[in-house]
């Protein structure tokens, strides 16, 4: 009889595999995530003056903040941005990919309607944001238009330079990002289970709101995410079509960073002189 | 027949310049167990969907109970489909995948729910009421997919290839299920499938399929004993097609005699010799397979495995392959 590897040895590499395997992962989830984390947090706490951070244990940074009523309103503001954008990206992005996925037949098409939507996607952010600016501004097409066809007297200012158009071009840039899971979602939905429905009597509203969006619900949970950490973190947005009217979590950051000039403590501290 | 519950009339479906389904004429008769057969792509599966109304008819007309539906959308047909992955609602547990259609039609929660679970009880599937389709085997899965087509008491069921994602020995068992569903409701069920076996043991009445067309329609036995051409005595199975002097005619497996090469032929009997090809045992009988000398043509011999084994034959040896002229039945010719 030939002597077997020891058991032992064997049974204890099978259990080290599977950490073996999540290792690398690990590793850069705690170099690139955790750490800077902690530094957040320890930074958080340090004391500064207008050179340099100060290592210490103070907590002025966080009692300014939480009691500042500027801080408050503009979280709230960043909310209201994030639940509007996305209760409309959610409702445009359902629209959009169940016509893609249910109506449009021919693969090619289906193709060439997705590329409509990415190829946008291939010049920068700010300039498909900027291209905004003449059609909403005081004397930008739509105000022109209104007033061409004797709809409104004086143009409308709430177009640009406003929430409505922080929100707009919110929609304008992020509803992709809602349609792709969803359209991922409703392309794994068999068709049988359509002509069942259909086969039940469901009326087509029936079927969409009875087995389509129920069916769906991972897609909105993945596209949710894409959203919400997209406003959540913007400040360009609603600097560039906000035109200082409106103001954002980001967009606190960003100021306190590059106006005031206070590098570590800015994501913690509360506000500064400018706000 | 006296009361047709399905009736086809020059049923006919394009896909674009192909055609599907070709001018097909068919009556069911009420409260029949009806199976389409055929190769796949022969058009079962496009006319049973054209009668669920998942299929538009390209023309022709379709009649339930002697009603025109041809036009209607597939619920109000007073037909229910059964598909062929069962297509049970992910999302919804056994009771509302039963309820759905009430649900649609706006019946209150109790009603539904009482009607559904009654429906489960007579599939006896009342233990899983709360169980989503992925915790249900398949064999459950379409027990729920049976009780869901019934709920709304249609006078047709269609069924999909409703076995063929089953494993052979449920298969068996669901068939036998599907049989007395059909005899206790007391309605039509039409049952696509390409198992031979299968429509023979459930048809009351057997149409056989090949390119669009009905090859053959009558009920199990003729179709098997007197097939009507060659396609239908090949695609049936256990014939084989020989040459006699009323030209091409077949002949049942376990209607030819085998002997050795050299014996003397049987009195009135007509012959042909070969040599044995393949012999393959299939418990109560061994089938023979014999390649004719005179011409590139295989036939089938099934032995009863006791004659088979009191003279057992190798491979390659030379016999004599004979038959009866009463076991002929003469063939129309193909594609007639």
């Not at chain 2, 706006?106 to 009603?111: C, L, Q, R, S, T």
């Amino acid at each position: 009889m030939r002597a077997a590897p020891s058991p032992s040895l064997h049974g204890r590499f099978d259990r080290l595999l599977p950490y073996l395997q999540i290792a690398p992962l690990a590793l850069v989830l705690f170099v690139f995530l955790l750490i800077p984390l902690a530094l957040i947090v320890v930074v958080s706490f340090w004391d500064y003056d207008s050179f340099r951070v100060i290592p210490a244990f103070v907590t002025f940074n966080y009692t300014e903040m939480l009691g500042s009523p500027t801080i408050w309103r503009t979280m709230w503001s960043t909310v209201q941005f994030t639940l509007i954008t996305l209760a409309i990206t959610g409702a445009l992005g359902f629209a959009v990919a169940y016509y893609i996925a249910f109506y449009v037949r021919s693969p090619v098409m289906k193709t060439i309607f997705f590329m409509a939507c990415t190829i946008p996607f291939l010049t920068s952010n700010i300039i498909r944001m900027i291209s905004w600016v003449p059609f909403l501004g005081r004397n930008g097409l739509i105000n022109s238009m209104l007033m061409d066809i004797g709809l409104t007297a004086e143009p409308l200012d709430f177009l640009l330079y406003s929430r409505f158009a922080v929100v707009l071009v919110y929609v304008y840039l992020f509803t992709l990002f809602m349609v792709t899971p969803l359209f991922n979602a409703m392309s794994r939905i068999d068709r049988s289970i359509i002509e069942a429905a259909v086969d039940a009597g469901a009326s087509p509203l029936q079927i969409m709101f009875r087995v389509v969006l129920p069916l769906t619900k991972t897609g909105f949970a993945i596209g949710s995410v894409f959203v919400i950490t997209l406003v959540m973190g913007d400040f360009v947005t609603v600097r560039l079509m906000g035109g200082g009217q409106s103001a954002s979590t980001g967009l606190l950051i960003t100021n306190q960073i590059s106006c005031c000039n206070i590098l570590p403590p800015a994501p913690m501290r509360s506000c500064s002189s400018s706000w | 027949m006296p009361n047709k519950d399905v009736e086809l009339v020059s049923l006919t479906k394009r896909f674009g310049a192909s055609t599907a389904v070709n001018a097909i004429d068919l009556q069911i008769a009420e409260a029949s167990y009806c199976c389409l057969l055929g190769p796949s792509g022969c058009g079962k599966s496009t006319t049973l969907r054209m009668i669920a109304g998942h299929e538009d008819a390209s023309s022709g007309d379709i009649l339930v109970q002697g009603r025109q539906v041809t036009h209607q959308p597939p619920s109000q047909r007073g037909t229910a489909m059964m598909f062929q992955s069962y297509a049970l609602f992910p999302h919804l547990d056994a009771r509302d995948n039963v309820a759905f259609s009430l649900r649609m039609r706006g019946i209150g929660k109790a009603e539904r729910n009482r009607k559904a679970q009654e429906l489960l009880e007579l599939v006896e599937m009342q233990d899983y009421l709360s169980r989503r389709p992925h915790e249900l085997s398949g064999g459950q899965q379409q027990r729920v997919a049976l009780a869901r087509a019934l709920v709304n008491e249609p006078s047709v069921l269609l069924l999909d290839e409703p076995l063929s994602a089953l494993d052979p020995f449920l298969r068996i068992r669901m068939r036998e299920e599907l049989k007395r569903f059909q005899r206790d409701l007391g309605i039509t069920f039409i049952h696509v499938t390409h198992s031979q076996d299968e429509a023979l043991a459930l048809g009351d009445q057997v149409v056989v399929m090949q390119s669009g067309e009905i090859r053959q329609s009558g009920t199990a036995r003729e179709v098997f004993e007197t097939p009507a051409n060659e396609f239908v005595a090949r695609f049936i199975g256990g014939h084989n097609i020989l040459v006699s002097d009323r030209g091409p005619v077949s002949v049942r497996a376990d209607h030819l005699r085998l002997a050795p090469g050299a014996a003397p032929v049987p009195a009135e009997a007509r012959a042909l010799t070969g040599t044995v090809g393949a012999v393959e045992y299939q418990g109560s009988r061994v089938r023979v397979t014999v390649a004719e000398d005179a011409a590139d043509r295989r036939h089938v011999a099934e032995l009863e495995d006791r004659a088979f084994f009191a003279a057992p034959y190798a491979l390659g040896a030379q016999v004599q392959l004979s038959w009866m002229p009463a076991d002929e039945h003469p063939l129309a010719a193909a594609g007639g």
